[in-house]
């Protein structure tokens, strides 16, 4: 059962666009999620986050879109750079058990 | 700020043998995870650890897999006797609290063959 979910397994965007990642789940119970980025023979690291009683956080270059009601939520890179060029994960954590879930990750290439 | 150090990078086994892995989380970090990331998956949490005792194990596989914490700063995970579908990133993390943001060391690559 998985509970978060990257549809896309990989993005390709042109240096100065935007990059869009998007991330759903089905469990009502998540309150907080947060996006990873992973860079090869590094573990994740820790990008922005967004609680579930906000719609918007914003922090530089990345944005991130929270839609309950869809249980829906996106990555925003504007503009893309090619130093972003990684593997996204979004996570998601359940109140109840401060469990934290992971999607299946978004690779993103940035080319010039 | 040291990071989450963990040892050894790269662990090749044949299948049936026993491997353990080494995790020192961030000083001051009361949590502590260890996550296993199959190729093209997302990491999938083992267990956790608030200070040395345990918080969610889950999905860890008690009949081969054992993890312990001492004293609640390292820790170490065990696989005993180890099998093909054991091979993967065995990534520990540590946050000062939940759902605080974790922080990931660089993982152990294991193959087991």
């Known amino acids: 059962d998985q509970q978060v979910k990257q549809n896309s397994p990989s993005l390709s965007v042109q240096e100065g666009r935007i990059s869009i990642l998007n991330c759903d789940y089905t469990?009502?119970?998540?309150?907080?999620f947060l996006w990873y980025k992973k860079y090869p023979a590094e573990g994740p690291t820790f990008l922005i986050s967004i609680s579930s009683i906000k719609d918007k956080n914003e922090d530089g270059r990345f944005t991130v879109f929270l839609n309950k009601s869809a249980k829906h939520l996106s990555l925003h890179i504007v503009p893309s750079q090619p130093g972003d060029s990684a593997v996204y994960f979004c996570?998601?954590?359940?109140?109840?058990?401060?469990?934290?879930?992971f999607g299946t990750g978004t690779r993103l290439q940035v080319f010039p | 700020e040291a990071g989450v150090a963990q040892s050894p990078r790269y662990k090749i086994i044949e299948k049936r043998q026993s491997v353990a892995f080494w995790c020192n989380p961030i000083s001051g970090h009361a949590t502590l995870y260890w996550y296993q990331q199959i190729l093209g998956q997302g990491p999938k949490l083992l267990i956790q650890f608030q200070n040395n005792g345990v918080v969610d194990d889950s999905q860890l596989p008690k009949d081969r897999f054992s993890a312990e914490r001492l004293k609640g700063v390292d820790s170490t995970l065990k696989i005993q006797p180890a099998k093909l579908e054991d091979s993967a990133v065995y990534l520990c993390?540590?946050?000062?609290?939940?759902?605080?943001?974790?922080?990931f060391g660089s993982g152990t690559q294991l193959s087991v063959l």
């Open positions: 469990n009502s119970m998540f309150d907080y």
């Open positions: 996570a998601a954590s359940d109140y109840n058990t401060d469990k934290l879930i």
């Open positions: 993390a540590s946050s000062l609290a939940t759902p605080e943001k974790l922080f």
